[in-house]
């Protein structure tokens, strides 16, 4: 089945721009029908770049966050989206977005979830001392990182390189993972 995408992002947009790179190639069967920000930030002036229809929607626009979430998911429908991606989403979605779409809401995490959950994760892996993190594509639930895994990629830490090259090694195999799943997904559905 065709996925349609809306992309949420909050910041630099690199995972948006790849989902946009392999839609064109037709490496996977996706289009993205809209991206939304709840800022203005790297990634919309990029979207714009790429003639993808964007917008920004504030939340402190809105009376609450339950409107402001409303607005999205009115946004989302009117534009048939059918899989809402999450990168570099930094907001917290509501229990009541979450429901209205159930099991149609990806993310993108950069640790082996379910450790290292929250911000700056590839650093609380760096601090831990462990061998292994990664990046995780999940289906998002209430909670904050918590959902369903749909897949996972490695990447070893070298405590010999600063922690700005594991956030780069991370982000390099985060814009494989989610080109992966969206392949898997649009198979499965
Ligand atoms: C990525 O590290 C992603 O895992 C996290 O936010 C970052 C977004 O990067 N959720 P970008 O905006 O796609 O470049």
Not at 42 to 60: R, V
Not at 155 to 170: A, E
């Amino acid at each position: 089945m065709v996925l349609n995408l809306g992309i949420l992002i909050s910041g630099n947009g690199s995972n948006m721009v790849n989902i946009a790179k392999h839609c064109k190639l037709k490496n996977i069967n996706c289009n993205i029908k809209i991206v939304l920000s709840n800022k203005n930030c790297g990634g919309i002036k990029k979207a714009k770049k790429l003639n993808l229809k964007s917008m920004i929607l504030e939340p402190n626009k809105f009376k609450n966050r339950e409107s402001y979430e409303n607005k999205v998911s009115t946004l989302l429908r009117d534009h048939n989206v059918n899989l809402v991606c999450l990168a570099g989403y930094m907001l917290k979605l509501g229990k009541k977005f979450v429901k209205k779409w159930e099991k149609k809401i990806i993310n993108i995490h950069p640790s082996l979830l379910p450790a290292f959950k929250g911000i700056n994760a590839q650093e609380q892996a760096y601090r831990e001392g462990v061998i292994f993190t990664g990046c995780t594509v999940h289906f998002v639930d209430q909670y904050l990182d918590t959902g369903q895994i749909i897949d996972q990629r490695i990447v070893k830490i070298d405590r010999n390189k600063p922690l700005k090259d594991l956030v780069k090694k991370i982000l390099n195999e985060e814009h494989k993972l989610y080109i992966n799943v969206l392949k898997k997904l649009s198979k499965e559905n």
